[in-house]
């Protein structure tokens, strides 16, 4: 991919649609963001940070977001780049890139495809016809029975089709064990009351750690310009949750079966393909996300920065040089981490020297304090304060 260079887009912020972990990865670049965020995100206060949009729901104000995406773009020197990090996100410049093209430069796949890879039932279709491992899997429709779908064997997790519904069963995590009958009359239970399919699919057997994945930027040739492996420590909770503390690793396995999923699918731009190793140290597909992900943020630590690669090209200017992968810099996002090690029966002391040896912490950085300072750490303090205050006032009165 290569567009002609323009000088005011190559000054301008990059226009982020995610986190601080994504904001830290540009700025690692020398790249200042303009975020959408909400009033009370620690992103707002990162030092890479020079402008803030409001926050909306992707899901249900689409259509406002895009109008006030194009506004902003429309103040800003040539067409600004753009970059989504969730899943709401990318669906949104996706079913939206006519109107965001003629604003913004960015980089998404194919519309179907994203649709493809964004839902479950759809990617499981996508995966089966194009030969890829994945643990066998069905549909258990909202009305359904409340027992296994045909071929399929205990254990098996369920996941709602898309993060959307992920609130709508009240689940913590990503999915939810089945272990029998019982356990399936709860999720239909709570399936029924809100409407919400499922994927039912058969557990890869083995904790959390047996995650791992692989991370590129494939640019418009189809060529890998930069790449990374990388495996989950810990994750909240501490099945089927969200990544606390994660590694960097060159593990050449992952990284070949990676590659051979995004050349049979066709995938260019930010990808991220998740793998879990089962016991006979077999790589099982799960999911491919082609976005930004956290794990940008702890690769450019590792000295692959693939948002950097991808604005380069974005703004066509000489991509940055690829040093050797660091393999071995570690991740974490301090708070819930601390809950994550907690529940697996590590001590405070061993977590606080892991914690303190991570080379990324997620809003938590020595050289960019303010997310964690102003952000996490202020609010946090003055809740405790009205609580002891008001916990003060009430004895007196009962007094």
Request: proline fraction near 7%; hydrophobic fraction near 45%; charged fraction near 25%.
């Amino acid at each position: 991919m290569r567009v002609r260079a323009d000088s005011s887009v190559g000054s301008a912020p990059v226009c982020v649609l995610g986190d601080v972990d994504l904001v830290r990865a540009l700025g690692l670049a020398g790249l200042s963001s303009v975020v959408v965020a909400g009033p009370d995100d620690p992103v707002r206060y990162s030092r890479h940070v020079v402008g803030t949009l409001a926050q909306l729901d992707h899901w249900t104000q689409a259509d406002d977001i895009v109008a006030q995406l194009v506004t902003w773009a429309g103040t800003q020197q040539g067409q600004p780049v753009l970059i989504p990090q969730t899943d709401g996100d990318l669906l949104l410049v996706s079913r939206h890139r006519a109107a965001l093209s003629a604003a913004f430069r960015f980089v998404v796949a194919e519309e179907a495809l994203v649709e493809d890879l964004i839902h479950k039932q759809r990617f499981q279709a996508l995966a089966q016809r194009s030969g890829l491992d994945v643990p066998p899997a069905a549909v258990m429709p909202a009305d359904g029975a409340a027992n296994l779908p045909r071929g399929l064997r205990l254990p098996v997790i369920a996941k709602p089709l898309t993060r959307r519904d992920l609130v709508g069963l009240d689940l913590t995590g990503k999915a939810v064990r089945i272990d029998g009958e019982a356990d399936f009359r709860e999720l239909r239970r709570r399936t029924s009351a809100q409407g919400i399919d499922v994927l039912v699919q058969e557990l890869v057997p083995g904790p959390e750690t047996r995650m791992e994945s692989w991370h590129a930027y494939v640019d418009g040739e189809g060529a890998i310009a930069g790449e990374f492996c990388g495996q989950k420590i810990r994750t909240w909770p501490l099945e089927f949750g969200y990544s606390t503390a994660v590694r960097i690793t060159a593990t050449a396995d992952v990284a070949c079966a990676g590659r051979e999923v995004a050349e049979r699918l066709g995938l260019h731009g930010l990808i991220k393909v998740d793998f879990k190793r089962d016991p006979a140290g077999v790589l099982r597909l799960l999911e491919v996300n082609p976005r930004a992900t956290l794990w940008n943020f702890p690769g450019a630590v590792a000295g692959v920065n693939l948002v950097a690669l991808l604005h380069a090209d974005l703004i066509g200017r000489p991509r940055p040089p690829v040093p050797p992968l660091r393999a071995g810099v570690t991740w974490c996002a301090p708070r819930e981490d601390r809950w994550a090690a907690a529940a697996a029966g590590v001590s405070t002391t061993a977590w606080l020297a892991q914690m303190l040896r991570c080379s990324a912490r997620s809003g938590a950085s020595w050289d960019d304090p303010a997310p964690f300072v102003r952000g996490e750490l202020a609010p946090a303090v003055k809740r405790r304060l009205r609580r002891v205050r008001g916990g003060r006032v009430a004895g007196l009165r009962r007094e």
